[in-house]
């Protein structure tokens, strides 16, 4: 963020900092905890839950990051022209950063509880001590990005992680025939990250769930954020 700042106050470049928070769903890193715990949990194998799961994290579906991308993208900066007194603008240079977050912060173990409805089966559950210099809870101000876009991000983590666990399970080849015909994107690597199990895995939620025409397929949620409210590591640049 410094240094896309000295860059918009010398060469006059809009820039928009991002800072993500608790990103979720399809195509997600493999090493953040959604992944890792949807991967323990069909193979079988334990979840490590910090501080006993007691973490609160603003989870944020992939879609929702999408959206508000996209219509920041038609919004740059005009250095003078804030949108109001909350607008992080600086004041000599077209340079803001904006929060893309759920706004409503839950528990990790909340988080657990929906993949468990939505796999079909419970979370074997490590508990292990909070990571030293872990915050335990995180929360996204919104009301920038709300000024800016008129968007909020408003997928709860009972839509989300059943349309994650769709992709999961078409991605990884442990899918059922609804969830593969609707993911057109899909890239089944067989049944070797089934936990050796070979036969298919049943439908875990109720078809009337709402299905998802998802734009996450076509991009990535690469970033996460573990910063406190408002406060943190800048992941991409407008």
């Known amino acids: 963020e410094l240094m896309g700042h000295s860059y918009a106050h010398l060469f006059t470049i809009p820039m928009t900092f991002f800072r993500f928070f608790t990103v979720y769903g ?25 501080n006993a799961g007691d973490m609160v994290r603003d989870f944020t579906f992939i879609d929702d990051l ?35 977050g759920a706004g409503a912060p ?35 101000s919104t ?13 709860p983590i009972a839509d989300g992680v059943p349309a994650f666990i769709d992709w999961y399970r078409a991605h990884y080849g442990v899918c059922t025939a609804r969830a593969r015909a609707a993911n057109p994107y899909h890239v089944p690597v067989g049944e070797r ?20 025409s998802s734009r996450s397929v076509l991009t ?3 970033f996460q954020n573990k910063s406190h409210r408002g406060r943190g590591r800048s992941d991409m640049i407008s």
């Open 26 to 50: 399809p195509w997600g890193r493999p090493d953040m905890a959604p992944m890792k715990f949807a991967k323990a949990m069909f193979a079988g194998e334990p979840i490590e839950l910090y």
């Open 66 to 100: 999408v959206e508000a991308v996209v219509r920041l993208s038609a919004h740059p900066p005009v250095a003078g022209e804030p949108v109001g007194p909350d607008d992080s603008l600086s004041p000599v240079a077209p340079h803001r950063v904006v929060n893309i």
């Open 106 to 140: 839950q528990t990790v173990l909340e988080f657990v509880d929906a993949l468990e409805r939505a796999i079909g089966r419970p979370a074997k559950r490590q508990n292990l001590p909070i990571q030293p210099g872990d915050p335990q809870r995180t929360e996204a």
């Open 143 to 155: 009301d920038l990005l709300f000024a800016l876009t008129g968007f909020r991000p408003t997928t």
């Open 193 to 212: 990250y089934c936990g050796g199990n070979s036969a298919p895995i049943g439908e875990s939620y109720a078809a009337s769930s709402p299905s998802r």
């Open 220 to 222: 990535t949620s690469l």
